[in-house]
């Protein structure tokens, strides 16, 4: 057996509910070839879906499984690769490594990116080998999932989530387009949250008009403003929702109810007050309305 030297250390995220075979087989063969070995877990201050788990309960993870064998250190993501390998390299000698340095990692998301001092080799495995989410049916203490769910809502950052709203007019601005869900008596503006594939928040309006109101022909959108909702669901939540409300008219098409809506109507401007709308939207009734008297004015 070669003679273990220097120091090799791994670098990776390990965003996994448990370490397996796989994993212990690679620190196994990086302790049989060097005198000292660590791990960097890299970190995104972003919590999503390929980044679920913090550093501490990582950090954890691998005391658990090695017994303390292993050094293990946090390295934060940056937005450039090279400054990014210069502040890896700074944590490095921050150890007090010894004999020659040795980095291994993907090579995607590591070898490739990394242009510091130290050689860097990828590591010989396969993403089919690390172990998939859990499922319930296989958990064996459900208490501690639990723990770690409400332990992961607690320590994630606030969610602003973004939505959009829209005012269509007819008849020279004297009546607007209003929406009723099918477990509401009051009305609201037809919208909902925007998606990830929206190239824009104008395109999300367009997406959700069509689908609550159907095939519709409108002229352009005219931006009316934004405001924090105070939607119900989110009384108790760290999370809240900021709508921006948009305007236009309608050239061509019969509005008809759909997706999450029962009824869609005209309502004649003279005689519309907030009272008519879900508490959630009021603000949106103010924004319209300040929009109309500005109109006015300038016609004036």
Same mark, same amino acid.
Request: net charge negative; charged share 30%; aromatic share 10%.
């Given at each position: 057996m070669p003679k273990k030297s220097g120091t090799g250390i791994i670098i990776g995220r390990f965003q996994v509910f448990e370490l397996?075979?796989?994993?212990?087989?690679?620190?196994?063969?990086?302790?049989?070839?060097?005198?000292?070995?660590?791990?960097?877990?890299?970190?995104?201050? +972003?919590?999503?879906?390929?980044? %679920?788990?913090?550093? !501490? #309960?990582?950090? &954890?993870?691998?005391?658990?499984? $090695?017994?303390?064998?292993?050094?293990?250190?946090?390295?934060?993501?940056?937005?450039?690769?090279?400054?990014?390998?210069?502040?890896?390299?700074?944590?490095?000698?921050?150890?007090?490594?010894?004999?020659?340095?040795?980095?291994?990692?993907?090579?995607?998301?590591?070898?490739?990116?990394?242009?510091?001092?130290?050689?860097?080799?990828?590591?010989? +495995?396969?993403?089919?080998?690390? %172990?998939?989410?859990? !499922? #319930?049916?296989? &958990?064996?203490?459900?208490?501690? $999932?639990?723990?770690?769910?409400?332990?992961?809502n607690i320590r994630r950052f606030p969610t602003v989530y973004p939505t959009v709203d829209i005012a269509v007019f007819r008849n020279d601005y004297t009546e607007v387009l209003l929406a009723r869900k099918a477990n509401e008596t009051r009305y609201r503006f037809p919208g909902g949250f925007t998606d990830p594939s929206d190239p824009s928040y104008e395109d999300a309006v367009l997406r959700e008009l069509g689908e609550e109101c159907g095939e519709l022909t409108i002229d352009e959108l005219t931006y009316l403003g934004s405001c924090k909702i105070d939607d119900w669901r989110y009384h108790d939540a760290f999370d809240s929702i900021m709508t921006h409300l948009y305007a236009c008219t309608l050239v061509d098409g019969k509005p008809a109810p759909n997706d999450d809506i029962a009824e869609v109507q005209w309502f004649d401007l003279e005689h519309l007050t907030e009272e008519l709308f879900v508490p959630e939207h009021r603000p949106l009734f103010e924004i319209m309305m300040d929009y109309l008297e500005e109109m006015d004015e300038e016609e004036d």
């Open positions: 397996n075979k796989v994993h212990a087989s690679l620190i196994t063969t990086m302790q049989q070839k060097h005198s000292h070995v660590a791990a960097f877990l890299t970190s995104n201050p +972003a919590p999503g879906l390929h980044n %679920p788990l913090d550093f !501490e #309960l990582r950090r &954890l993870m691998f005391e658990e499984k $090695f017994k303390g064998k292993l050094r293990v250190e946090e390295m934060p993501d940056l937005p450039d690769d090279r400054i990014w390998s210069q502040e890896l390299d700074r944590r490095i000698l921050e150890i007090r490594p010894e004999g020659t340095v040795t980095l291994y990692g993907t090579r995607e998301n590591f070898v490739d990116r990394y242009s510091g001092r130290y050689t860097a080799e990828v590591l010989e +495995a396969q993403e089919e080998d690390f %172990p998939e989410e859990p !499922e #319930l049916s296989t &958990l064996n203490n459900l208490r501690d $999932f639990r723990a770690g769910m409400i332990y992961a």
